[in-house]
């Protein structure tokens, strides 16, 4: 991607989210929330995380998710754990340690990403 | 002047500015947990897809949001548009107006310049603390500089992680499936979440939409996002009308 551009897309996602903080705090002082949008935007964190985390687990070739045992196998572990401690060091390290460890043994063979 | 947002019983007496500000740093610590890996993975995922130092710190300085900044770069490197690249990184960091407009009482009495910095310094972390703090009926004042003690202090330690992962991330190697850390840190933060029903079945339809086939302009984020947001609401609106009265 063009420098140039990468530039402009830093600048307007910044001033985007710049936007979304200085919204009340520095501009809308008086104004109230309005209930539903309130509560549309307690929803979006959850559904974006989610959004996230599935294409990962479940690689996406072809227009096709795929299932990549050692990435599932690993991100339930991680969700286990997650559950348990609350603790992101735990989540990422354990989660990692699965992968690493099933993708060493012979014959579970994963996607492999460039 | 501006009339106390709330009369909120004082059950704290009021503390100085000096000891406010040092509450805030104090409760940022046990975040720092959390902050200093998140910031780590997020300054290596711009390194990863090939940004150069500069931008990559930029992006931690001007956009300060992680989860934004870590969609973004998921995007730039499939090749999406530009239009498409920011408006999803936009709709990620929505949540901030919420948490702006809950804040926002207790920030009337602060300057401009005040009210700015503390805009910039917004984040999910500074948000929970404050609002505990706030639920907690401490003084608006006490509370704006409790909330600039901690925000900075998560500020500082970001950007000092953010640095730490740009260095570390141009050198790993791919076969070591780092992106899958970035999945992990989500789950991290997505489990806390996952508290009632709503906020599941959001997660749920979001995941699952994620995976349809591909959009065109790689919307399929931005998508799963909106989806999941509506369908929640509209559970919501289901469930809720025959008990709300």
């Keep these: 991607m063009d420098a140039t551009l990468v530039w402009l897309i830093i600048v307007a996602l910044a001033a985007a989210t710049f936007g979304t903080r200085l919204s009340f705090i520095g501009l809308l002082a008086h104004v109230e929330l309005p209930q539903l949008l ?41 969700f286990a754990v997650a559950f348990r401690t609350r603790s992101t060091v735990a989540t990422v390290s354990v989660g990692m340690l699965v992968l690493w460890g099933l993708q060493a043994v012979p014959g579970v063979t994963g996607l492999s990403y460039s | 002047m501006t009339p106390a947002p709330m009369t909120t019983p004082q059950l704290f007496p009021p503390l100085p500015r000096r000891a ?52 973004a770069m998921q995007l730039m490197a499939s ?31 602060r300057s401009r310049p005040g009210r700015w910095f503390a805009a910039y310094l917004l984040t999910d972390q500074a948000f929970a603390v404050t609002l505990a703090r706030i639920i907690e009926g401490r003084e608006a004042r006490e509370t704006a500089w409790f909330y600039l003690g901690l925000a900075f202090s998560i500020w500082l330690f970001w950007q000092i992680a953010s640095v730490a992962g740009i260095l570390l991330g141009s050198f790993i190697p791919a076969t070591w499936s780092m992106d899958f850390v970035v999945a992990l840190t989500f789950i991290a933060l997505l489990v806390p979440l996952l508290n009632d029903r709503l906020m599941r079945s959001a997660a749920l339809v979001g995941g699952i939409v994620a995976l349809a086939p591909q959009l065109p302009f790689k919307l399929n984020l931005m998508t799963a996002a909106l989806a999941g947001a509506a369908i929640a609401l509209l559970m919501e609106k289901i469930w809720m009308r025959p008990s709300s009265g």
């Design chain 2, 20 to 71: 406010a500000l040092r509450a805030g740093i104090n409760a940022s610590l046990p975040l720092m947990m959390a902050v200093i890996p998140f910031g780590v993975v997020c300054g290596a995922s711009a390194a990863s897809i090939g940004l150069s130092f500069g931008q990559a710190w930029a992006l931690s300085w001007l956009v300060f949001a992680g989860s934004s900044q870590i969609v």
């Design chain 2, 79 to 109: 090749g999406a548009p530009a239009w498409v690249i920011v408006l999803t990184g936009w709709i990620v960091n929505l949540r901030f107006m919420m948490y702006s407009a809950t804040l926002a009482p207790h920030f009337r009495a």
């Design chain 1, 38 to 78: 309130q509560r549309a935007l307690a929803f979006v964190p959850p559904a974006i995380l989610a959004a996230i985390i599935t294409p990962q687990v479940f690689p996406v070739v072809q227009d096709l998710p795929t299932l990549d045992w050692p990435r599932l196998v690993a991100a339930l572990i991680a």
